[in-house]
């Protein structure tokens, strides 16, 4: 009846979505009970023959029911099922053809299985068919939590082209899967694997902690980065922590509050700094290659239980065996089945093949599979396990060696070092051994290199691998035996501001590593290593100032984690005195970068040394240790060790040293109460006469600064700009964009003090802070551009820039100082006006804020530079 009435039909309550479900009955038995309670779950209707016997013919009945069916689910394991007398196939392949063709089909295959010859030609043929979808599971709870999220995906996606084009046009921006970094080549062959974790992650009732558990070279860190992206719009953040260079675990949660941007400056313990930045927000932390810090997993509990809407997804060779954890195995790529014969493309439905195939061609775009090589990339991959590390290393051969000569030396090789430790998973020692042969198929020449690389820890330069061989039989071939490695995919080259870098996948490395340790040139080469790194100290100290700077500080962050082994070594060594003048000629880069935490470390465990210390490398690390405490807002200020580093510096006659050290006693002269602002003023003259422009212009400007900031302190507004805007204008004369950074900030201060609010000045700042990476210089101008806001009455502006400088202090656990004559004043004035309700509502609502929203805020829109 439709009385005429055009449009949609309108659905009675009882009209429930119908989803026919096709199966052996008795060997699946507890499978469509669980298949039966996800599609009740989820409000749909069930259509399965045990729910009512009906008076016709079963061929009859199953086919008037797909008729009235939504949906086809597909469930097979072993049996092909019962044929009827007169039939050519079973009433199971019958199901799946009578289903119409438009009609959604989800596929599910049970694992393992030594399914009959029939039903493996049907699941082939399914296999081939586009609009079916399939799936492997395990047992009866796996098959219902993959048919409930399916299902509800399904009508998501169905919900969502129901609505056609009215949002095809509106643009989406992902901004929590911008942090996550960009895999190098596409996930194959983990549809089931995605799907199965996203059914997990982010979902109400779902699991917090989930570990990707696998050999090395598994794909673990791809998947998780597909399933991170894929997820991110469930988050208010993803952030990826990189963990494969932290060696110790006193390093992990130092590690992930860098990921967060949090500053290990002050007395509160880190992870409560992190527990406090990333308070109330839904986040979903990425925790890649956690296998060499395992012991540090009640780290992960801790950071789970201070922040209860936050997930973490963690990759890692070993589990975490922590209470609440979810762990989700990673194995290898689905194989290709069958023997020699197997038509080429039942051979190409195989992810691991595909993978081999994809590889080849972009060592070798001539390469092809073809029906006459299929079989032997086949045996290729089935040899190598499906492991994809171990596919992408032999298919780089395909440029000396046809698929055929590949498979004659695996063969040959792979038994000899597959007989490793009994006490690793077998899929370990495949991937050894194949990473191993990779390397047997170099130079002598390049495998001495491979064993001496294994001395790096993170990314290093070519100049670093000519350190490490320099005066060796190996410098002369070096070149030709780091491109071989190249070649052989076991170096990965890129450049960086046009510096070739190079790195090692995890394993690979691991592999370069054991074999260094046992070289018998071990000693020499790690001395070798850590001898270049002082030297690059010297190298760049120059660079860190004027127009070069920017290079010099992208320079040191790319070997940053080689910087820090390297130092680290010739601390055990008990050669101090080399790490700190290094790190003394680095000062800028600790200060710009937000590491003078991690450089007071080094300089503690110095002072802490046994042996007395020379009178410079004492005076270095006093003075060090001493600036970094400043920093700290609940710090103690102790001016003894600040004056024995003035004293020292000025026996030795070391101009610069004394004037730095003067500075810092200036500082802490200035952050005393009552502030002793007549002896700061003095100490900061001094220093000035010392480093002069013509002995360095960068720290003579930052001390010339720190003057218009005493001038400040006075109540001098005037004194202070002047000193501010001739410093302006030399830095840029020479190009320093940190000093520029620096003197703004002091410039738009001291406008404000004479009555004159200059927004453009903090803008500019904070402008060069995000350049330059320097995430104090973040709050400064945030608090200044609050001050501007509120000059002009605009209270809202103000407080919400006034809560994001909080929430970037917070961040970063730096506390300015000078905030009772800057920024602090204003603030009691509109709390003690009728503005100050909506002042401190806005100010809540800044410190809400992400960064990147804050910082957008502050620039109007402008981006400027990388969030």
Known sequence: MSDGIDGPSIRTPDRLLRIFVSSTLRELEPERAAARRAIERLHLAPVMFELGARPHPPRELYRSYLAQSDVFVGVYWQQYGWIAPGEDISGLEDEYRLAPPDMPKLIYLKQPAAREERLAALVQRIRDDDAASYLPFTDADHLARLIEADLSTLLAERFDASRGSHGADAESHDVAAERLPLPATDVLGRDADVATLLGWIGVDDGPRLVTLVGAGGIGKTRLALE??????????????VALEHVQEDRDVVPAIARAFGVRDVGEQPMLDRIVAARAGRRDLIVLDNFEQVVASAPVVATLLAGLPDATVLVTSRARLRLRDEQVYDVDPLALPVGADGTPLQEILSSPAVRLFRDRARAADPRFDLTERNAEAVARICRALDGVPLAIELAATRIRVLTPEALVSRLDRVLPVLATGARDVPERQQTIRATVEWSIDLQTAEAQALFTRLGVFTGDFSLDAVEAVVDGTPLAEAAFDAIAELVDGSLLRQHDDAGVPFFSMLVPVREIATARLERDPDATATRRAHADHYVRLAAEIEPKLRGATQLAALDRLEAERDNIRSGYRHLIDLGETEAVVDAVWRLLLYWWIRNLLPEAKAWMGDVLRAGPPLAPRTRAIANAISAWVSLLQPTAEIDLAPIEESVELFHDLGDAFGEGCSLTVLSIACTYRWPPELDRAEALQRRAVELV??????????????????????????????????????????????????????????????????????????????????????????LEGLAACAASSGDVARSGVLLGAAEASRTRTGMADQRARMTHAPFVQRILASEWAESFEAARAEGRALSRGAALDLALDGRTGADR
Do not use: H, M
């Open 692 to 781: 002069g422009p013509e002995l360095d212009p960068t720290f003579n400007a930052f001390f010339r600064s720190s003057l218009g900031t005493i001038q400040l302190y006075r109540g001098n507004a005037r004194g202070s700009l002047e000193v501010a805007e001739t410093v302006i204008a030399e830095a840029v004369g020479f190009g320093d964009r940190f000093v520029e950074s620096i003197a703004l900030t002091n410039a738009g201060w001291g406008r404000l003090g004479l009555g004159e609010a200059r927004p453009e000045l903090f803008t500019r700042g904070l402008e060069l802070s995000l350049q330059l990476g320097f995430e104090d210089g973040n709050g400064y101008a």
């Open 227 to 240: 399933v991170a992206r894929r997820a991110s719009d469930r988050f208010d953040r993803v952030t990826f």
